[in-house]
């Protein structure tokens, strides 16, 4: 259970962990040494075992004149309402952010931007944070002018406008999306430094729109004949995907809104295909088109791309359930425990297959492992978060997440996954991930043999 030697290199100094959501940035020293007396006053002397209360570390009520200092926002006029325009976060929050990997190739434009997963809470991801992937650049689409057809194998082949689409009776629903790369660098042995970036190609969001199976009814679909749809997107990439009829019938939706407004242009506005468990390259952006046929396309995103290159020489082709996995947000890879004592382990689960079960954490590199308290809701094919109490005693420890999900199976470990699997996949990358909480509190990401 030794850490490898992939200990990343750090991108950026690293901050304090309470004022660390966004862990790229620092707030430098002043605030840092503010903390440490505000700990000190609290606990006594320096070094002191502190006793495991969850609030060891606070402040008496004596300790801290802040509370008594009435700021000006205790004695004036605050603003008017903030009604005109679209709300914005606080300045104080202007830091996290979405960003681009420094260590992925870029062609021509950006092509990939990652959530701040370490910034969080709950399971709903804001529609400004949302992850980003773009085969050929994005778009704002007037809605007025974008059609969807359904053709292929059914009777009636129609054309949708988005009035015909949102006259229509609607449902909404919670669901994850990840890409299939997600976590992929780590198949060979690079540790990328933060949670952001090893696991930041993942959103959850509340989708509403049309579930597909009515609009295939609604084009009288052959069901004797049709095995598969093709769905495909309206932009330069061409980007097509086959898609199982089974799943189409089931929990497929053709979607115009994302947590209560409509989709952002990032996200496909004004239409996308939501395909609940399956990898982020079938949920096609500004659809345009669904085909029903009677067997898989193979497609240049399902042959070139999206394949995996095995330990025997063959490619694993048409994978498309992102399997259970999880992963520990806080504290997670470029945070810095700022002293020994209780801390809030927490994170998130999920399967492409259901619902979470059960998530377990190691302290230890995976030795001993215990429950942690899963939230509610727990829905299908949806984030769930976990939350775990731990005292850190201020020795070295390596943080783990296992999940379970309700299918029965577990998230594997990566040498588990490599024995199988090789190292020079990309997609479905779905090992325990390890953090190492190092004996001077910084928190790096570590490959456990
Ligand atoms: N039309 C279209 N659809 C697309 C893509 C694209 O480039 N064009 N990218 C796909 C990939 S690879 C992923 S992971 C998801 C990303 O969705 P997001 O940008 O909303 O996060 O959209 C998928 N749908
Ligand atoms: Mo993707």
Not at 99 to 121: H, I, K, M, N, Y
Request: charged share 20%.
């Amino acid at each position: 259970m030794k850490p490898s030697s992939t200990r990343p290199g750090r991108l950026q100094k690293a901050p304090e962990f309470f004022l660390s959501r966004d862990v790229l940035e620092t707030k430098g020293d002043e605030r840092r040494s503010f903390l440490r007396k505000a700990f000190l006053a609290a606990g006594g002397a320096a070094g002191a075992v502190a006793a495991p209360s969850l609030f060891a570390q606070t402040t008496r009520a004596d300790g801290d004149p802040a509370i008594l200092n009435l700021p000006a926002h205790s004695k004036g006029l605050g603003a008017p309402v903030a009604a005109k325009g679209y709300g914005t976060p606080s300045k104080y929050e202007e830091n996290l952010q979405r960003r681009e990997s420094p260590g992925l190739t870029r062609v021509g434009a950006a092509s990939v931007s990652f959530a701040p997963l370490q910034g969080f809470f709950g399971i709903i991801t804001p529609s400004g944070l949302h992850f980003e992937r773009h085969h050929q650049g994005f778009w704002d689409i007037d809605p007025t002018q974008h059609r969807f057809m359904i053709n292929g194998l059914v009777k009636n082949p129609k054309v949708y406008t988005m009035d015909d689409l949102m006259r229509l009776p609607s449902i909404s629903r919670m669901y994850f999306i990840e890409c299939g790369a997600n976590t992929g660098m780590e198949w060979g042995n690079v540790a990328v430094p933060t949670v952001q970036y090893t696991h930041g190609m993942l959103s959850c969001c509340e989708y509403t729109g049309v579930p597909l199976k009515w609009l295939l009814d609604d084009c009288g679909i052959d069901l004797e004949k049709a095995k598969y749809i093709l769905a495909e997107g309206a932009d330069g990439s061409g980007m097509t995907r086959t898609i199982n009829l089974k799943n189409a019938l089931d929990d497929v939706m053709v979607a115009y809104g994302m947590n209560g407004e409509m989709l952002r242009p990032e996200n496909g506005y004004p239409l996308r295909l939501v395909v609940p468990g399956v990898q982020g390259v079938s949920w096609v952006k500004y659809l345009r088109r669904i085909e029903v046929g009677d067997m898989p396309y193979d497609t240049k995103d399902e042959n070139l791309h999206y394949t995996d290159l095995m330990p025997d020489g063959k490619h694993r082709q048409y994978t498309s359930i992102q399997e259970v996995k999880s992963v520990i947000t806080t504290p997670s890879g470029g945070q810095v425990l700022l002293e020994k004592g209780f801390y809030n382990v927490t994170g998130i689960a999920w399967s492409g297959r259901g619902k979470i079960r059960r998530v377990e954490i190691s302290v230890d590199g995976g030795k001993n492992w215990k429950d942690a308290r899963l939230e509610t809701p727990i829905l299908d094919k949806c984030l769930t978060r976990f939350n775990f109490d731990w005292t850190w005693n201020g020795s070295d420890a390596i943080l783990q997440s296992r999940a379970t999900d309700s299918t029965g199976q577990v998230q594997a470990s990566l040498a588990q996954l490599r024995a199988k699997r090789g190292t020079r996949s990309i997609y479905h990358n779905n090992a325990i991930q390890s953090w190492l909480v190092g004996a001077n509190g910084e928190v790096s990401n570590v490959q456990v043999a």
